[in-house]
Structure formats: C-alpha cells, structure tokens
C-alpha cells in the first residue's frame, strides 16, 4: 500500500524489503508467543492470562527492534541524490510495511494464539486419551487393557 501511495513500482529491491519486513514481524509474533508458551509451562498460567503477560513483557523489545528497522528505512524512504531511485522502493516498502504491519501483530498474534488454543482444546475433548485405548504401547512393550 505503501509502494502505490508514493507512486514507487515494486521491483526486485521493493521485494527484498518485504521479505526483510516479513521476517521482522515474524519473528515480533515468535516473541510473545514464545513467551506465552513459557508462562503456561513454567507458572501454570491458563491461556489468556499467558498471552496478556507475554504481550506487557515483550512489548518494549518489540517496539525497539520496529523503531530501529523504521527509523534506519526513513533515509533511504526520504533519500535523495545518486543512487536514490534504486534505494526507494527499499525503504518505502520497510517504512510502509512496519507502520501497517506492527499494527496488526500486536493486536492479532494475541488473538489468533487464543483461537488456535481454542480450538486444540476442542479437538482434544474430543479424543480418546492413550490410557483408555486397548492395546496402547508403553516403554515396558505392549498393555492390554484392564492390566
């Protein structure tokens, strides 16, 4: 959306900054969802409460590696000079993208981390579990049920 505002073409050095823009948002959402995880193993936190503390606590360090990928794109967004029209299209596209994108990771990685556990928990009620199920292999071999 950026590239068409400022009337930039998307050309192979506008895409080599989306790619570098996908792998700053994923790596944002792998953050607190990592630490989403650790909070449900290591304090017993149920789902929500694991989230909404992951979100408190990686907020400034995610917000700090955007600013510096956002603020070391806005010269080349803004550039002028020899050379600019090939930089451009990179930092409109990091600029752009972090904007929009940054946005949209902190209020939906929060949402679809409880949708997806949700849903693993309705799909799980729904199975039997392995020590009810005849035959089931254990490391000492083979139990029957009822042993």
């Known amino acids: 959306m950026a590239m068409v505002l400022f009337k930039s073409n ?3 050095v506008g895409m080599i900054g989306i790619i ?3 792998g700053i948002v994923k790596k944002n959402a792998i953050m607190m969802i990592d630490f989403a995880l650790a909070a449900e193993r290591n304090k017993g936190m149920n789902t929500r409460d694991a989230i909404f503390e992951a979100c408190l ?3 400034r360090p995610i917000m700090m590696t955007t600013m510096c990928a956002l603020l070391g794109g806005m010269p080349m967004a803004l550039g002028w000079g020899a050379g600019a029209e090939l930089r451009k299209p990179l930092g409109i596209a990091i600029v752009g993208g972090l904007v929009v994108s940054q946005m949209l990771t902190l209020f939906t990685t929060p949402v679809i981390y409880l949708y997806l556990d949700r849903l693993g928990k309705r799909f799980a009620r729904g199975e ?3 020590s009810n199920r005849p035959g089931f292999l254990v490391p000492g071999g083979l139990m029957e049920s009822g042993d």
Do not use: A, G, N, S
Request: proline fraction near 8%; glycine fraction near 0%.
């Open 10 to 12: 998307l050309d192979i």
């Open 20 to 22: 570098l823009l996908i």
């Open 57 to 59: 606590l990686r907020f």
């Open 128 to 130: 039997p579990t392995y």
